[in-house]
Structure formats: C-alpha cells, structure tokens
C-alpha cells in the first residue's frame, strides 16, 4: 500500500480546520437577517391577499348557485368572457331598475292615497232626519214693539244693508232693566213666535199608518237662527220610513205671522229648515235652507252615509273626545265648541245656543263682543275641525208650487174674514219624505297598505331577477357565513 505524501497530508489538515471568523461572513449573516424580516413584514398583504381570494372563490361559487337568475352566468369561467360581460350588465341594469321602481312603490305608499268606493245599499226602513224649522222673524211685535229693545233693532237693522255696524250710538242704560239684559234667555223664549201658533197643523206617516202630531211633537232649539223647533230630535228614538214618496214622510203647515215682524238682521220673510242627524247641532244659519210662504214645499230626502280615514291618510277624520258632548265626534260639534271658547275667552259669556256651563251674555254683550268676535273668529275656529270617521247626512231636492189652490183659498179667505194676499204671505205647506228606500255609501279606502306593499315588491322582484323572500335570505345568509368563517 502507497504511503500518503506530504501534499496530500497537508490538503487533510487544511480541509479539518475551522474557517476563520472574518467580515464576509458577518454581512452574509445581515443579509440573511435582512431577508427573513421582509417577509415577516409583507405577511400581512400575503394574509389579504389570501382571504380576497377565498371570498372571491366562495362568491363565484354562491352565484352558481343562488336561485337570483342570470346569477350563475356572470361567475362561471367555462363561459366567454363575451358572455359573462353581456350578463352582468343586463344583472346589474335591471336590478338597477328594480331599485327604482321599488323606490317609487315606498314613495308612493307614503303618500297614503285614497280611492272612494261608492255603493248603493237597498233597505226596508230608512232613518227618518231631525228637521228644525225656523220663523224669520226672531223678535215679535207684540213683545218688543215700543220698548228700547225695539229701538235698539230699528237702529241697527233699520237700512236693511248687508255690511251691519256694531259702533252704533246707543244708551244702553234704557236695557238696564230689561229682561234683554237681566236674563237672556227668558227674553229670547218670549220675544220668539212661540210654536202654538208657529205650527198649524202636522201628521207623520212612517210605517204606513198616519198619524196626527203637533205643536207638543217638536222640541225648542236655541240656534244661532233664534228660538226654532225641532222635530225627531233624540237619537235614542229616532223615527223611520218604511215607505217612499210625498204620501209617507212629515207634512207641516206653518204660519210665519208676518204682522209680528220687527227690523232684525235678517232681511227676508218665510221660514228656515234645516236636515241632520238626530242629537247633532242644528246650525241653521251655515246650513238651513229657506222655504217661502204661499208654496207647497215638497222636500225629497236622500240619506248619505261615508266612512273617512283618519292621519296620516288626506281624509284625517277624528273620533276625538268632545269637551261639551259625550256623544260620538262629528265636525258640527267640533266647530260650536271652538268657537264657544273663542267667544267666551273674548267676551266672558256665551251666546244661548252655545254649550258649556258659562253664564248667558245678555243683549248689550251680543251685540258689542259676541256678533263682531265671531264674524272674525269662526273660519279660523273650525280649521282646527277634522271630519268625523263615521258621518250621517241627510240631502234634500226642494221643488214648489202655489199654495194654496183657488178654491181652499176662498174657502179660507171666508171663514176667516181674512183676505187671500193675507193666505199668501202668512202660509206654507212642506212635505219631508224619502225619495227610495235607499242610502249611498261613500267609504274611503287606502290605495296601498302594508299588504300591497310587500305583495308589489315580490311581483316585481320576481318578474324581474327571479327573486323570492328566500332569495334575499340565501344573501344574508352568505354573508353571515363569510363572516362567521373569518
């Protein structure tokens, strides 16, 4: 065997022998440092870069199978990407569309519109109205003839203008002790045509059997009008028509007295009637209608009910607690009650017909507070008014002819000593009856509720993306899994 040389002996030292520490060595070992911390620093981009990816695949993945149609074609790679193109912009443009239509649908449901179903409903017993009659005179000759209330009147009324003045100049010491001024309502129930004579004669036919009423049939009714009467006034036993036509109903014959007149605000002669609903207020003066004297007044009744919406519908009906009446709201009630707080805070008093337990404003009162206060006050009172929910009115259609008839007037004229010019100016003959047996309802009804909302938003999401209430909830369902999974 060759003995190893010497070259070789010194190469296998040199191969065993450590290297020497030396700078090169010191920069590899930055270097290395250098390197491992850059990508502990870029771990971060790494990490979102990751979870951009994993969404991104899982969401391509929910597209293909979400049951949104057109979805699964926008995310499907095996498709050109023509194709994939051409589906997402018809996706993103109709479901752009379906915003703004669903957009105009809440708007429009906001608006709360109203449509009203009107219908004509057949019964065999009619409600029979409260009918108010009235003289046009309010103050009786025999009464108030020579005394200072006479004065007073003639002062005031006396030029039978339109535009009256309150300023007069007047001594209101002469009232001093007047009934006009100690008790006011006293004198108003004197000083009126007292219903004995007002109502001549009357008969009531409702269920097909005549029967005679009279004087003692109607009730006394403070009004804004004066001192009327009042017939079928209490709501509790209101009267009904089984039959129709000018044979049923209520016939009246009134006598207006006009040699009893005295100068008043109102400058004609005749009578006032008025149609409502039993236990509401009779605001004859707003609402009545004036019937002559020497006519026979056929007056056809039509009943009409409606039922309104309250807020935030445009109807706003109320059924708000009266303050004065315990009965079911109507607007009538709503607008006397505004304006008897109006005048009372203004005048300390009320006026006779006005509700309340404040004391009655004697003449003197009336006619310097309570008159001008209200013609400034009452529109604006009753804008604070809604219409009631539920409303009961009472429409009529008046014709006339001549009464009376030749020979009842000369039958009349002699037996009376009383001339027929006498007949014709002091008489009237009305005729209150139902014109069918029918009522027309007016109900208002919301264009669009909850319901109809949801009903147009799942039509339209279907007709357009194929969507259902699930559809909505397999997105919120994806994205709770998104985040859940992070």
Known sequence: ????????????????????????????????????????????????????????????????ETTLHGARYTANNEYHVVRRFFWCVLVIGVSIGLIIILWGE????????TNSLISIHYTSKLNFPAITLCNYNRNRKSVIGGTPVDALMTQLYSSARLDVKYNINFDW??????????????????????????IV??????????????????TTTFTEFGVCYTFNNDPENQLFVTKFGSNSGLRVRLFTDENEYTFGKQTGSGFKVLLY??????????LGFAVPTGVDALVAIRLEKSINLPPPFPT????????????????????????TDFVVSACGCREPYMPGSKRVCNLKESIVCVIPVMDDSTERSVTYCGVGCDVTRFDSRVTYADFPAKPI?????????????YFRRNYADISFFAEDMTFKLTKTVPVMTGATLVSNFGGLMGLCLGASLLTAVEF????????CKS
Request: net charge neutral.
């Open 409 to 421: 007037l000369e039958h009349m004229s002699s037996t009376t000593n009383e001339s027929s010019e």
């Open 106 to 113: 809440v708007s429009n449901y906001f608006q709360y519109p």
């Open 277 to 286: 609903s039993p236990g509401d207020v009779p605001l004859v003066q707003q």
């Open 316 to 339: 706003k009906c109320s059924n708000a607690p009266l303050k004065y009446y315990d009965g079911n709201y109507t607007y009538v009630w709503c607008a006397l009650e505004k304006i």
């Open 201 to 218: 004669a009357c008969n009531y036919q409702g269920d097909g059997v005549e029967r005679l009423c009279g004087p003692n049939n109607f």
């Open 1 to 64: 065997m060759k003995s190893p040389s010497n070259a070789d002996i010194i190469r296998n030292v040199n191969r065993r022998r450590p290297t020497p520490t030396s700078t090169s060595f010191d920069m590899s070992n930055t270097e290395k440092f250098t390197s491992t911390s850059s990508l502990s620093l870029d771990g971060g981009n790494v990490r979102r870069r990751g979870a951009v990816y994993i969404f991104s695949r899982n969401f391509r993945q929910f597209l293909s």
């Open 476 to 483: 919120i369902d994806f994205i709770l899994f998104c985040f």
């Open 173 to 198: 010491s002469l009232l001093e002790n007047t009934t006009a001024i100690l008790n006011r309502t006293q004198f108003e129930l004197e000083a009126a045509h007292q219903k004995e004579s007002f």
